[in-house]
């Protein structure tokens, strides 16, 4: 990525520094999660998303975001069950505190790229948003390669 | 003499590395080949010239980010490719690269359903898989 994005690569060089514990977020533990919510984009660490939200989208799988994402029942009850668990209400602290923040008491959003938190990291200049590689926002490996892992700080 | 039979050893390794996944995916062909001759008593046999013009065909009536398979799969079936609607890298989908595709009857299934509906706004038919499946074990 570093070659490929260097505005991106320069702009995490300068990134204030977090406390050691707040650096990362809990990668996802269930092979099952990583496997099918991931097969079409990284599957996003559920931290990131109040408990309904995850909710919300499992109940809506037959139109997720213009995909037919469905899962057989079996699956879907043990992923759903694992990400209102882990979920950022669940969970507190770090970033799930700072993203949960912005999310209204009864509101269920279905984008993590919406909420404020993550927009005041991601002021990037347009170039790097073009960037062939990068798609679109919820492409964060492409610019964090340790994503999967929950590390969003590239130092 | 040895360096003949060295070469003939490696020839022969070649083939038979890319030829692992053979048995499945001739199992998944030929549950293919039932259908289309259920859907079509006509049905002489799967072409992989089909299965390439169902590869590069730009469709009208699916999702404006996906209008081919190559929108993600890329023009080279050998080379790695991207998904056109969220950025994350696929692996390549020609059999000579990549020996495990198309052995996984539930995968090719599942992915079958949702990518020709993004790409075609309509499921593929048996036809259609298989020629695809026979146009990707040549490549």
Same mark, same amino acid.
């Given at each position: ?21 707040? %650096? ?50 079996? %699956? ?7 990400? &209102? ?27 993590? &790229? ?15 948003? %073009?960037?062939?590689?990068?798609? &679109? ?7 964090? &390669?340790?994503?999967? %892992? ?6 | 003499?040895?360096?003949?039979? @060295?070469?003939?050893? !490696? ?17 998944? @062909?030929?549950?293919?080949?039932? +259908?289309?001759? +259920? ?7 799967? #072409? ?17 980010? !996906?209008? #081919?398979?190559?929108?993600? =799969? !890329?023009?080279?079936? +050998? ?23 198309? !052995? ?6 599942? =992915?079958? #359903?949702?990518?020709?509906? #993004?790409? @075609? ?5 048996? @036809? ?12």
């Amino acid at each position: 990525m570093r070659s490929k994005l260097p505005l991106a690569a320069a702009i995490l060089l300068f990134a204030a520094p977090l406390r050691a514990e707040e %650096k990362s977020v809990p990668a996802i533990a269930d092979p099952l999660v990583r496997q099918e919510c991931g097969s079409c984009h990284m599957a996003f660490q559920p931290v990131f998303l109040p408990a309904r939200s995850w909710n919300r989208i499992m109940d809506e799988l037959a139109n997720h975001f213009g995909e037919d994402a469905s899962l057989p029942p079996d %699956k879907a009850q043990r992923i759903r069950a694992y990400l &209102t668990a882990n979920a950022g209400d669940a969970a507190g602290g770090g970033w799930a505190r700072r993203y949960m923040r912005w999310v209204a008491e009864s509101g269920t959003p279905l984008r993590i &790229t919406a909420n404020p938190a993550f927009e005041r990291k991601h002021r990037l200049p347009d170039a790097v948003w %073009k960037d062939p590689k990068v798609v &679109t926002k919820s492409n964060c490996p492409a610019c964090h &390669t340790q994503a999967e %892992k929950g590390w969003f700080d590239d130092d | 003499m040895i360096r003949s039979v @060295l070469i003939a050893a !490696t020839l022969a390794a070649v083939p038979f590395a890319a030829m692992a996944g053979a048995p499945r995916r001739d199992a998944i @062909l030929s549950d293919y080949a039932t +259908q289309a001759s +259920q859907a079509n008593p006509g049905f002489s046999g799967f #072409s992989a010239q089909r299965g390439e013009l169902l590869f590069r065909t730009r469709w009208a009536g699916g999702d404006e980010r !996906t209008p #081919s398979c190559t929108a993600c =799969h !890329t023009d080279r079936p +050998q080379g790695p490719g991207r998904n056109a609607k969220t950025g994350r890298p696929i692996e390549p989908v020609a059999v000579s690269v990549n020996p495990k595709r198309f !052995t996984d009857m539930a995968e090719v299934e599942k =992915h079958f #359903s949702r990518d020709c509906k #993004s790409v @075609l706004g309509r499921p593929c038919t048996p @036809l259609e898989k298989g020629d695809y499946v026979t146009f990707m074990a040549g490549q």
